[in-house]
């Protein structure tokens, strides 16, 4: 026996602040949900797979039009005709209550009740697949309690959107743990909502798949789904890669380089591990500059030189696909702290300034609301959902005064810089 366990596909998820990147691959990046999920199904239809369980959030929230539900379908269809069945829990964002349109799905595919948990046997493979969906988004109660009992001779598969006992990035649904779970008695819990891959228990099998399509650069690294195989009573599972565009982030160190041509081989240096076996994918990367070099001050008399040297350098990546979606700086300037701070002029006067701030917590803090505070909260709404500085965050505090630093000195040192 065989079956594909995946999870999260918020298929037509929305990606919103695209188009303030300059040379986004924005339909692609649009398109990837979709992609990956005809590549999950590829997948069953190649691999002859006796069953697809999906646990939880096909969609990212209700659907603007039916465009979104008849894509899903489709694919549904095409299992259909290969004798594929398909069994679905509802999660947080596709709950009863979110997705107000309905569309009749083949009688292939079972989505099970919102109501009450149930059971589906499918009596020629010996196998019981216990589910419940979310009636609404929020459901703050342990389902596992109420989940039948398992049925005696059967393989027993426990289908469940949960956040467990919570994970960071994650709203808490469904909590319960996996005491919890492993005394339920099934063979195998195929769980949804955690977007990372996670294998919690070996026997009985319990893990997270992660979501089949990463959406954003905190979703990194290979996602797919889980095949697995069940034979003499022996689990296996395969974790199988089908994302088409891959989320990365890169640390460049720029330790002791200080010419500008360096950066290219520096970059193809970072990148390389993450192009190693996946060359056929459109690789999305963030990357960080980061280290001491005199080209903090070439980035701070001339801003933007740093990042069109990196995009300059993706470019020139002949054997993979290589989109930069942000270029962010961590840097400092070759710079005797403790001699500058005794020079009694404007420099010297500067790094004072800046020491006293960082390297006092609370005076950082209150640096940043007296100063960034309101010049944040009046920014346009599509500018305000992309990447700003935290004002809770002290490392990207730091960083931001860093390179106001970094600005500074160099007009302060460069007898040509315009006032």
């Known amino acids: 026996m065989r079956f594909i366990h995946a999870a999260d596909l918020h298929i037509d998820s929305p990606l919103r602040g695209l188009d303030r990147y300059d040379g986004a691959p924005v339909e692609r990046l649009r398109t990837a949900t979709r992609s990956a999920f005809e590549r999950l199904i590829d997948r069953a239809i190649s691999e002859r797979v006796d069953f697809l369980l999906l646990a939880g959030d096909l969609y990212d929230g209700d659907w603007q039009d039916f465009h979104t539900g008849l894509f899903f379908r489709g694919q549904m269809v095409r299992l259909e005709r290969e004798g594929i069945q398909a069994f679905i829990v509802q999660g947080n964002h596709d709950a009863q209550g979110v997705i107000s349109k309905q569309l009749i799905l083949p009688s292939n595919v079972t989505v099970f009740s919102s109501r009450t948990a149930q059971t589906v046997r499918i009596e020629e493979l010996s196998v019981a697949i216990h589910g419940r969906s979310f009636p609404e988004r929020a459901v703050d109660e342990d389902l596992v309690p109420a989940y039948p009992p398992p049925v005696s001779g059967f393989f027993n598969i426990g289908l469940l959107h949960t956040s467990l006992t919570g994970r960071a990035g994650h709203d808490t649904y469904a909590p319960t743990d996996l005491p919890t779970l492993i005394a339920k008695g099934y063979d195998y819990w195929a769980l949804g909502h955690v977007h990372a891959r996670e294998v919690l228990h070996d026997k009985p099998r319990i893990l997270f798949p992660g979501n089949l399509q990463g959406r954003h650069a905190k979703e990194t690294g290979p996602k797919g789904c889980e095949l697995v195989t069940i034979e003499a009573g022996r689990i296996e599972s395969e974790f199988v890669a089908l994302d088409v565009v891959r989320w990365n982030q890169v640390t460049v160190s720029l330790d002791g380089i200080h010419r500008l041509e360096a950066l290219g081989e520096a970059f193809r240096h970072a990148v390389e591990p993450v192009l190693t076996g996946a060359r056929d994918r459109l690789h999305a990367v963030r990357v ?17 030189t740093l990042a069109a040297a990196m995009y300059g350098a993706a470019q020139d990546i002949g054997e993979a696909e290589v989109w930069i979606e942000q270029v ?72 931001l005064m860093m390179d106001a630093e970094a600005t500074v000195l160099a007009r302060l040192t460069d007898p040509g810089a315009e006032a």
């Open 288 to 304: 960080t500059l980061a280290g001491s070099t005199e080209l903090h001050r070439l980035e701070a008399s001339q801003p933007g």
């Open 328 to 399: 962010r700086l961590d840097l400092s300037a070759p710079l005797d702290r403790a001699q500058t701070v005794q020079r009694q002029d404007a420099v010297g006067e500067l790094v004072r300034l800046v020491d006293s701030i960082i390297g006092d917590e609370s005076e950082l803090l209150r640096w940043a609301q007296t100063e960034l505070g309101d010049l944040l909260g009046s920014l346009p709404q599509e500018v305000a959902a992309g990447d700003v500085p935290k004002l809770d965050d002290q490392v990207e505090l730091k960083s």
